[in-house]
């Protein structure tokens, strides 16, 4: 993949190969970071690209304690005729949120053509409906320490829209034990 590569497709296959005993790589797009499994010196997932520069970094350590890196950059430009999807709540980077809390996820489609959209919920696909142009839908937070909010609408015939990528952080609820409140 050359440095700056310009991509029409937001769900992008990263593809790499990694040198000597590793069984797991590190893979950042932008402030998200995930955990990929390495088999027979490679490995593969599906990234999340944003509108314009996404600086993608791959890392991967072994046993003992070697360090690999590769850092680059994939350029995102929408195509023509996609829906335009702005997520507004809730605000990338909110923390505090515990398992179990209600959160709205909301916000607006453009030039979209269709009455329903797909919320991915850490990649899991659930139904969001559209009307007028908007989406609500009131969600569970799950067990997972780090949350991941995305939405894709698609006009018939055109490459799918998606809504930049929005991690939210659970909290930690903390108890005093010694010295005792007041």
């Known amino acids: 993949m050359a440095d700056g590569a310009k991509i029409s497709q937001t769900l992008y296959k990263l593809k790499g190969r990694v040198s000597g005993n590793v069984r797991q790589a590190f893979v950042s797009v932008n402030a998200t970071t995930q955990l990929v499994d390495v088999l027979n010196g490679a490995f593969e997932t599906d990234i999340a690209l944003c509108k314009g520069n996404n600086k993608i970094s791959v890392a991967a350590f072994d046993f003992s304690g070697a360090v690999g890196r590769y850092d680059t950059k994939l350029v995102f430009t929408p195509p023509a005729g996609a829906p335009v999807v ?3 709540t809730p605000a990338n980077g909110e923390q505090g949120i515990k398992q179990g809390d209600a959160v709205i996820v909301s916000g607006t489609i453009k030039n979209a053509f269709t009455n329903k ?17 908007r989406f609500e839908k009131t969600i ?16 018939r015939g055109t ?5 930049a990528l929005h991690t939210v952080l659970s909290g930690h609820e903390i108890d005093l034990i010694n010295p005792k409140p007041f």
């Open 86 to 88: 702005k997520l507004e």
């Open 117 to 133: 959209a797909i919320l991915l919920l850490n990649g899991v696909s659930l139904d969001l409906p559209v009307e007028d142009g």
């Open 140 to 155: 569970y937070m799950p067990n997972t320490k780090i949350t991941t909010f995305r939405v894709m609408a698609q006009n």
């Open 159 to 163: 490459h799918p829209g998606y809504s």
